[in-house]
């Protein structure tokens, strides 16, 4: 189909053309079947505006996927043309290439160019400085490209998703400030990126979906009062967040599903701006009533409050007055809002908010729990952003942020609490960068950091840990390199390495820990070759080898540690045969043989020479099809 210039209609028949000379301001090819050499028929096309190409025209099966990026050439005497086009293709990616865009550089009025899914990187692109809509979406578009962009001063709309952009890149955009409508979804942008945008004061339109970014990030978005639409789509904000859109006054529509927001979050922007359309899915628990406040001010009337909540709370008498000393607000309904109630209790020494919907903005409240020693947030909505507030809790011993959305650099802010002894990470993302901060907390002396997201290159830092007694790396993915960094912290008496990538290889490196008393080596790759090293480790006094690879010859390399009270080997290789061994061990109070090969006759002999040790064992256990289960 083709639009006229003259008055500007649509013509879909060639019969409904007119008769005599005219011109075509547009033409629109997609849904035809054509090749590119075609496109020469419309080199004479003087006065054409608009051309809109189909995406399979570059994609041919039959020429054996020839690149014919070159033959847009054709349309280069098109000099008046303003806005190219090609269709979306659904089945694979456009084969067209820079070199197609390179053929078209003397088209400098070009002001709208769209090239989804096509196979083009943006390095030919300098040349259209008037360009007003640039679409890129899907494309191979890097960072030399961005750069390309610099000179479009006059752009409007730049649709860059799913592309190979870093922040690196995204500066080059920081001028471009006439910027309306903005899509970087899918790309690798992360906070320090998004600070590019913070003078695109004319934004309309901005889609974030799926961005590694954090409420830090929405600092930046504070000066764009023109904003209509945001798209936050599986990004990591939180209610913190969430709170800082209230500045944007126009703001019609804001997408937070599947981010870390809450109910209660969403639930205070809808009152801030309540003709915004706030899209949300609510997995929180249903049915949890909303928490009335205190009847009064005291902390006779906190306690109460507590209590009402579901919570429990104890007190104590202090100078002649009740005081609150600890608190558990645990799988109760409170928010952010509520800790304000909590802010003033100097006195409070323990306070669990496990699973509930706190997050960093409630934590804000807490920094004048002046007292506070022991804090559980647990399953909380607390990220890095908040832990700053913790910051002033001198008398802070121990911490839990388990199944948080902490990942490492927040936790820099904690190595200013000289009191914090206990610090346990369990199951949050927490990365090498996380544990360099970690490493800088010199008092700890019990740190948790199983099933998180560090490698063995992260854990090098801990050996300033110089106090720390237990360390658990559970679930984690260290391998012998990581085991081989810990072997300067001689204090370390309990290491529990259950389900890691350790081998017998790794375990020689436990033997510059002179004071390991709990060694617990479940479902690692420990086999009969390495029960040598682990007959080095004298001082051991629990030790845990549940699913290792290891028979009865081997286990006698074991018969120097007879200081162990506890043994476990369930699901490993012994027979009878280990009985012997296992006699010599006189100190031991409990053993785990389940799913062993050790009969009746065994047991007898074991419960004999060892009267005071509690023997977990089955006979039915040792079955092939029990073993191993």
């Known amino acids: ?90 089945l694979d990616r456009i084969r067209f290439k820079d070199a197609g865009i390179k053929e078209i550089a003397n088209l400098t009025g070009l002001r709208e160019l769209v090239l989804r899914t096509s196979s083009v990187k943006g390095h030919e692109l300098a040349a259209f400085k008037a360009m007003r809509a640039l679409d890129v979406t899907l494309c191979p578009f890097d960072d030399e490209g961005m750069r390309n962009l610099e000179g479009m001063t006059q752009l409007r709309r730049l649709w860059i998703g799913d592309t ?34 913070k003078n695109l004061t004319k934004l309309r339109k901005l889609n974030l979906m799926g961005l590694e970014m954090t409420d830090a990030a929405l600092e930046h978005l504070r000066g764009m009062h023109e904003l209509e639409q945001l798209n936050l789509y599986r990004t990591r904000i939180t209610n913190a967040g969430l709170s800082q859109l209230t500045q944007l006054p126009r703001l019609t529509e804001a997408d937070v599903r599947y981010t870390r927001a809450s109910r209660t979050g969403v ?101 004048r729990l002046s007292g506070l020693r022991e804090l559980n947030l647990n399953s909380t909505m ?20 388990e199944e948080t959305y902490v990942e490492g650099p927040g936790l820099s802010s904690l190595a200013a609490l000289p009191a914090l002894e206990a610090l346990s990470l369990l199951g949050s993302p927490v990365t090498n960068t996380g544990l360099e901060a970690v490493s800088r907390i010199a008092t700890l002396t019990r740190l948790s950091l199983a099933y998180t997201d560090f490698t063995d290159e992260g854990v090098t830092g801990l050996r300033r840990l110089s106090r720390l007694d237990e360390l658990d790396l559970t679930g984690s993915d260290l391998g012998d390199a990581g085991l081989e960094s810990l072997k300067g912290i001689g204090s370390l008496r309990t290491l529990a390495l259950r389900d890691a990538r350790i081998t017998d290889k790794g375990l020689a490196a436990l033997a510059s820990l002179p004071r390991l008393a709990n060694l617990d080596l479940t479902r690692t790759r420990v086999t009969d070759a390495g029960a040598e090293a682990l007959g080095k480790l004298t001082a051991l006094e629990n030790l845990k080898l549940d699913y290792a690879e290891l028979n009865d010859k081997a286990f006698e390399r074991l018969a120097p540690l007879s200081r162990l ?11 009878d045969a280990a009985v012997a061994t296992l006699i010599g061990m006189r100190r031991l109070k409990q053993l785990n043989l389940y799913h062993t090969l050790v009969t009746e006759k065994g047991l007898a002999e074991l419960k004999t020479a060892l009267p005071d040790c509690k023997i977990i064992w089955d006979a039915k256990s040792r079955l092939p099809n029990r073993r191993r289960s």
């Open 1 to 90: 189909q083709v639009t006229l210039a003259e008055n500007h209609r649509l013509v879909r028949d060639v019969a409904q053309l007119p008769d005599g000379d005219f011109e075509l301001e547009s033409v629109d090819w997609v849904g035809i079947n054509a090749d590119p050499p075609d496109l020469e028929r419309l080199s004479g096309l003087k006065g054409l505006k608009q051309l809109h190409l189909p995406g399979p025209l570059w994609s041919r099966n039959a020429d054996g996927g020839k690149d014919l990026s070159r033959d847009l050439r054709f349309i280069a005497p098109v000099t008046t043309l303003e806005e190219l086009t090609f269709s979306y293709h659904f």
């Open 382 to 401: 607390v990220s890095d952003g908040g832990l700053a507030h913790l910051a002033g809790l001198r008398q802070l011993g121990s911490l839990r942020l």
């Open 267 to 367: 639930d205070a922007l809808r009152a801030a701006l309540p003709k915004t359309r706030v899209l949300f899915v609510d997995s929180s628990a249903a049915g949890k009533s909303k928490i009335p406040r205190p009847a009064g001010k005291t902390e006779t009337d906190v306690a109460a409050w507590v209590r009402a909540a579901g919570g429990k709370a104890v007190m104590e008498n202090a100078h002649a007055e009740q005081r609150l000393t600890e608190i558990s607000l645990a799988a109760t309904g409170v928010t952010d809002a509520q800790m304000e109630t909590l802010a003033g209790l100097s006195g409070l020494r323990k306070l669990n908010l496990e699973a509930t919907e706190v997050g960093d903005l409630g934590l804000r409240h807490l920094a």
């Open 565 to 575: 009270t506890g043994l476990s080997l369930d699901s490993t290789h012994l027979t």
């Open 164 to 197: 190979q952009i870093t922040d690196a890149g995204l500066a080059k955009i920081a001028g471009l400030t006439s910027i309306e409508d903005l899509d970087l979804h899918g790309t690798q942008i992360t906070d320090a990126g998004l600070a590019n945008l």
